[in-house]
């Protein structure tokens, strides 16, 4: 009992000493002087530490620090997981159903770099005021001496700005060993940089352009709206082996772009879609957008006046995009070019017309939207303005498009959307009935898989009959066997006649089309009709 209490008189007059210690030492040395002192004594023990620090603090200045944002969205993408965090903030914007996960006040989380340990920790601390006190500013007025008194509180180094500073300090500090720092530093903050982008574009609403004719004038050559098109390679109507590979393909291209420098490419990749109508080229479109994470552009050929406003368009597209022509052999003459080069027309220098004064001097009605000019936007010099940009055309026509746009460099892959297989057959009835391939009897799966292969419909004739009877599984299934294997009995009875008279409709339509996107060639081609028309009646008059 004596020696506790003997030991207890120790520890008091020892305290007693320490605190007289510090009252001396703050009476005699100067705040700065200590300041400097705690500040060396703090590098002398990290000296024989075996680990350094990194602080990374909010603001920079009066903005926030863009390196903090990265890792904020770097560590809540494995927070959740992680079970060094102890202790999660829950954060969930508004009309958002996701969460995100972030770490509390003065948490820490550990993390894995290629085989190295490192640490994190969420530092929060609130900035320190000066006390209240009184400011006397003199001045003088007409010879009349006058004295401002100022009163309140200021931030220490606050500085002179619209906008305001936190109350709270709030930064990240980061625990490497030593011998690893110089190891994976900058490797490690170049990925926390690329992961966060990578969350930023997946997180953000995706849109889809267009362009239009006056739009320039305006200052927007393209026009933006929410993309929000459900297709995914998942619902797609494919054969499964030839979307791996097409998914393989646009994986390696996101990621190529050490490969797109070592080999001095431009990071750009096109696609060709080609098939009959129904075949969901479009869609197949969506799934691409879907799955990168990137904008689309749908650029309309006919509404663009000459090349110089088309190399314009493509100056002010973005990275990390989809640039979309469809229907490229019906949206300007970029059909194979005939060995006999006809004469260009002679130049007008005649003064413009009213029409075209009151337009800004251009004359929309003549499209001068040459194959050239189209060629170099894919592989030529202005191909590469932008990086990571994928071009993707569709056609119903593949034999009508020139050679010169289908090599490989403008059109790197070609991807035939043809009449619905089985395997995407069994991809249509899990979307729309819900049922598996395992669902089906032998004897209803033999049935469909022999009926669908000469049927030849396409997924868009297929999947209209499945909505209407997506009720009842049993009659859909029912019906669609019937309605294949009607289809199948008619081509097999008129044979190649068939094939033709949907040729004529494709040729039909894309004349319709052509029609409602120039309305001086369907005129002159109607002139064209008439007088053929009148010909042949001063023939037989004759």
């Not at 998942?234 to 050490?258: N, S, V």
């Not at 303005?385 to 050679?403: A, Q, W, Y």
Request: negative net charge; charged residues 25%; contains cysteine.
């Amino acid at each position: 009992m004596a020696e506790r209490k003997e030991s207890w008189t120790s520890l008091a007059s020892l305290l007693g000493t320490l605190a007289f210690c510090q009252t001396f030492l703050q009476l005699v040395l100067p705040p700065e002087l200590r300041l400097a002192s705690l500040k060396f004594l703090t590098r002398a023990l990290r000296c024989f530490s075996s680990y350094c620090y990194f602080d990374v603090a909010e603001m920079e200045g009066v903005k926030t620090s863009e390196l903090y944002n990265a890792i904020q969205l770097y560590l809540s993408s494995f927070a959740s997981t992680s079970a060094s965090a102890s202790r999660l903030s829950l954060t969930r914007a508004r009309n958002s159903s996701v969460t995100t996960f972030g770490l509390s006040n003065n948490d820490s989380i550990a993390d894995v770099f290629d085989g190295v340990a490192v640490q994190w920790e969420h530092g929060v601390t609130q900035r320190q005021s000066q006390p209240s006190s009184w400011q006397s500013i003199p001045d003088v007025f007409d010879g009349v001496a006058v004295q401002w008194q100022q009163a309140g509180t200021q931030r220490q180094s606050q500085p002179s700005s619209w906008r305001s500073i936190p109350d709270e300090k709030r930064g990240f500090t980061l625990r490497i060993k030593k011998r690893d720092k110089d190891l994976i530093l900058n490797s490690y903050l170049d990925r926390i940089m690329d992961k966060a982008n990578d969350i930023r574009r997946n997180n953000q609403e995706r849109l889809i352009y267009t362009n239009s004719r006056g739009s320039e004038s305006r200052g927007r050559p393209w026009e933006a709206v929410p993309f929000k098109h459900p297709s995914t390679f998942d619902t797609l109507a494919m054969d499964p082996e030839k979307k791996r590979d097409i998914m393989e393909d646009l994986r390696d291209f996101a990621a190529g772009q050490a490969f797109y420098q070592r080999t001095g490419r431009a990071w750009k990749r096109g696609y060709l879609l080609y098939g009959p109508p129904g075949t969901g080229k479009s869609s197949m479109i969506a799934a691409m957008a879907n799955f990168l994470g990137y904008d689309i552009y749908d650029l309309e050929l006919t509404e663009v006046p000459s090349n110089t406003e088309f190399r314009k368009l493509l100056m002010k597209t973005s990275s990390k995009s989809i640039i979309v022509i469809e229907d490229i052999d019906c949206s300007v003459n970029l059909s194979i070019r005939s060995k006999s080069t006809k004469a260009p027309p002679p130049q007008s220098y005649s003064a413009p017309d009213a029409s075209n004064t009151a337009s800004g001097g251009k004359d929309w009605n003549n499209n001068t939207m040459t194959l050239s000019g189209l060629l170099n936007f894919t592989d030529g010099l202005w191909s590469c303005c932008g990086s990571e940009r994928s071009f993707v055309f569709t056609t119903n026509h593949i034999e009508k498009l020139d050679p010169a746009l289908l090599r490989s460099g403008r059109m790197d892959m070609h991807i035939c959307m043809s009449y619905c297989s089985y395997p995407a057959l069994e991809i249509l009835l899990h979307n729309y009935l819900g049922s598996e391939g395992d669902d089906l009897s032998e004897a209803a799966a033999s049935e469909l898989r022999e009926a669908v292969e000469k049927a030849k419909m396409t997924p868009a004739d297929i999947s209209e009959v499945l909505i209407k009877k997506r009720r009842n599984r049993e009659k859909a299934v029912s019906e669609l066997l019937e309605v294949m294997k009607a289809r199948a009995e008619g081509n097999e009875e008129y044979g190649g006649l068939r094939e033709k008279l949907e040729s004529n409709g494709d040729e039909e339509e894309e004349q319709e089309k052509r029609a409602l996107e120039s309305p001086k060639e369907v005129s002159d081609r109607e002139n064209d009709s008439c007088q053929k028309v009148e010909d042949q009646e001063e023939k037989k008059a004759n």
